[in-house]
């Protein structure tokens, strides 16, 4: 991917319901990966999902799932019951050519108890 | 457990000095990253390196050098700092598998640089 855009610089959600974040990216390949990290104020990244382009199946990890979109180049990142924990900033990363990551701005989440 | 090791967690430098920030893996990877983190503006790329004494240029290289001796090992150099490198600067690293970054990256816990 050459440019990654995460439209929502940040959102709430209350605790137990679902948020939907959204990232759209530019790319010419065929055949990548997909990631989204979080980032809690501990400052650590912590990878949350991976896709691979290939694959038509959405990935899903307990309460994360993607809703990819290869055409449309779309992958956004759903995460149900939410909690308290999962306030944190959630980036965006397509594979942008050979082994790196793009990343894109970020999106604030905030979960209200 | 797998880990990104950045040497300082937090660093005040004055304007002018020779800045390491030093990174160090131990899980063998080939590839290793330093981005810069500063708000909304996200991660960007300084330089990456896929193996000992080799680097490359990120998008944003300028006012910063590398330096990657042994492979566990990967530094960040800035020659005469300057106020406008204050950041949150984070190391990565993932291995080489031939399919791109299929693992994604092993992020440090970042260091933030202030200078003054």
């Known amino acids: 991917a050459q440019t990654v855009t995460q439209s929502q610089p940040e959102m709430s959600v209350q605790e137990a319901e679902t948020v939907t974040l959204s990232c759209t990216y530019d790319?010419?390949?065929?055949?990548?990966?997909l990631f989204w990290y979080k980032q809690p104020p501990s400052r650590q990244m912590i990878l949350v999902i991976r896709?691979?382009?290939?694959?038509?199946q959405n990935a899903t990890e307990n309460r994360f799932s993607v809703n990819f979109q290869k055409a449309a180049k779309s992958f956004s990142l759903k995460i149900s019951d939410s909690q308290l924990g999962d306030a944190a900033m959630y980036f965006c990363?397509?594979?942008?050519?050979?082994?790196?990551?793009?990343f894109g701005k970020g999106t604030k989440l905030t979960v209200n108890p | 457990d797998v880990k990104v090791t950045q040497s300082s967690r937090y660093l005040v430098k004055r304007t002018g000095e020779k800045v390491f920030l030093e990174c160090v893996q131990d899980m063998d990877h080939e590839n290793m990253f330093w981005y810069r983190q500063d708000p909304g503006l996200g991660l960007r790329l300084i330089y990456f390196?896929?193996?000992?004494?080799?680097?490359e240029k990120g998008d944003i290289p300028e006012g910063y050098s590398v330096s990657r001796e042994k492979k566990e090992r990967f530094s960040l150099i800035l020659e005469s700092a300057s106020t406008n490198q204050t950041s949150m600067y984070l190391c990565?690293?993932?291995?080489?598998?031939?399919?791109?970054?299929?693992?994604?990256?092993?992020f440090g816990s970042g260091t933030r640089l202030t200078v003054v």
């Open positions: 790319t010419s390949e065929s055949d990548y990966y």
């Open positions: 990363a397509p594979q942008g050519g050979s082994e790196k990551l793009v």
């Open positions: 990565a690293s993932s291995m080489s598998d031939g399919q791109g970054a299929s693992e994604g990256y092993t």
């Open positions: 390196s896929y193996d000992v004494k080799m680097k």
């Open positions: 896709q691979e382009a290939y694959k038509q």
